[in-house]
């Protein structure tokens, strides 16, 4: 569903991925893992075309996104939770949800707030809330249902556990699973190991831009030498 091909990208003079190559098919949930700063947001940015100059080749669905701007490959059924967050904090949740609705689409699930609020049911609760007086874990389950009120068939999670409370990691990772049943493809980037275990079939590793690893969760978990190499604090 989404093959990256050779992608370079670079921050001005800074060159941040290197010849970084992956692949996604469709209903899989992969990690993307790695230490801070080993280029594991700018692969998602590269994959939305937010950042600037970059090389290679990204496929989506059998077309050639490389050149797409972003709000064109919204359009295409991809959708983007990043890291930051950037819920309007002035804005209600269910203000905040409405911002991120897109028509149907074909082969995506039709989300409403009533739908999303069976998925995220404190978000039901705060429904009239305005979103800068929630909790963090509470921003984060907003993101990902604002996101959702696109219809993506392809979701791109930037380290979705990130500052989050154990119980609320738990609640995050059973709606990632969740999301799977209903078809969605997802790659997430991610730090905590236990995290990616809990929902990602395979993982990739980059370190300093380039890909060290490529191998399913459970290969991952047995094989100790790579996880010291690049896990490791």
Do not use: C
């Not at 899989?28 to 290679?56: D, F, H, P, W, Y």
């Not at 049911?121 to 993101?143: D, F, W």
């Not at 275990?197 to 380039?210: N, P, T």
């Amino acid at each position: 569903m989404l093959e990256l091909e050779r992608i370079n990208t670079f921050y001005g003079r800074a060159h941040i991925l290197h010849d970084l190559s992956l692949s996604v098919s469709d209903g899989e949930v992969v990690a993307l893992l790695g230490r801070n700063g080993a280029g594991k947001s700018t692969t998602l940015k590269s994959i939305m075309r937010l950042v600037g100059a970059q090389s290679g080749k990204i496929t989506y669905g059998g077309q050639d996104i490389t050149a797409l701007p972003a709000h064109r490959i919204a359009k295409l059924g991809m959708g983007y939770v990043p890291e930051e967050r950037r819920i309007f904090t002035d804005l209600t949740i269910l203000e905040n949800l409405e911002v991120g609705r897109q028509p149907p689409r074909q082969g995506a699930p039709d989300w409403t707030p009533e739908k999303l609020f069976e998925l995220f049911p404190n978000l039901e609760e705060r429904r009239n809330n305005l979103g800068g007086a929630m909790s963090g874990g509470e921003q984060q389950m907003l993101t990902i249902a604002r996101t959702l009120m696109g219809n993506p068939k392809f979701l791109l999670l930037d380290e979705p556990s990130e500052g989050l409370a154990p119980v609320i990691v738990e609640q995050v990772a059973f709606t990632i699973r969740e999301l799977k049943k209903l078809g969605l493809t997802i790659l997430l980037s991610e730090q905590n190991l236990h995290f990616a275990k809990l929902v990602a079939d395979r993982a990739y590793i980059i370190e300093r831009g380039a890909v060290q690893y490529d191998g399913t969760i459970e290969e991952l978990e047995n094989n100790e030498e790579v996880r010291k190499a690049y896990l490791s604090v």
